[in-house]
């Protein structure tokens, strides 16, 4: 297992982590008010408003692969987190431990089956269906 993450990775999560936060957020409302403000010296015209265009779409575009590489690493993270504590716990459905791999069918399949286990547990029925199946 590697204890350091890759170049990519560090850059990813520095990237997400400024621009999570406040700061960015003001500097990226400052930019629009600095362009809006500057619009009457430029005439408004078309240059003007293709700078703020491609600035935003180039900066969408490149946030977008952050936003998602960040996305998987948690959602990964969560998924490992998860299985650990089903793999621990002793009266829990080992057949949950990889639902990310499954078909769609499956999935219904068991989310029906736990929407029937929480529609009886609602109800003060105690023969609830067991979790092991």
Avoid at 104 to 110: A, G, H, I, Q
Wanted: one cysteine or more.
């Amino acid at each position: 297992m590697s204890t350091s993450p890759n170049a990519f990775t560090r850059m990813a999560k520095a990237a997400s982590s400024f621009t999570g936060r406040p700061l960015c957020f003001s500097l990226a409302v400052l930019t629009v008010v600095a362009w809006a403000i500057s619009g009457p010296l430029f005439g408004f015209s078309n240059t003007w408003q293709l700078v703020i265009n491609t600035g935003t779409t180039i900066v969408t575009f490149l946030m977008v692969f952050l936003i998602q590489n960040t996305q998987n690493r948690d959602t990964e993270a969560m998924h490992i987190k998860l299985d650990e504590l089903i793999h621990v716990t002793r009266r829990a459905n080992n057949q949950l431990l990889d639902l990310e791999d499954m078909e769609e069918t499956d999935l219904n399949e068991l989310r029906r089956h736990y929407e029937e286990i929480a529609r009886r547990a609602k109800n003060g029925k105690k023969n609830a269906p067991q979790t092991s199946r």
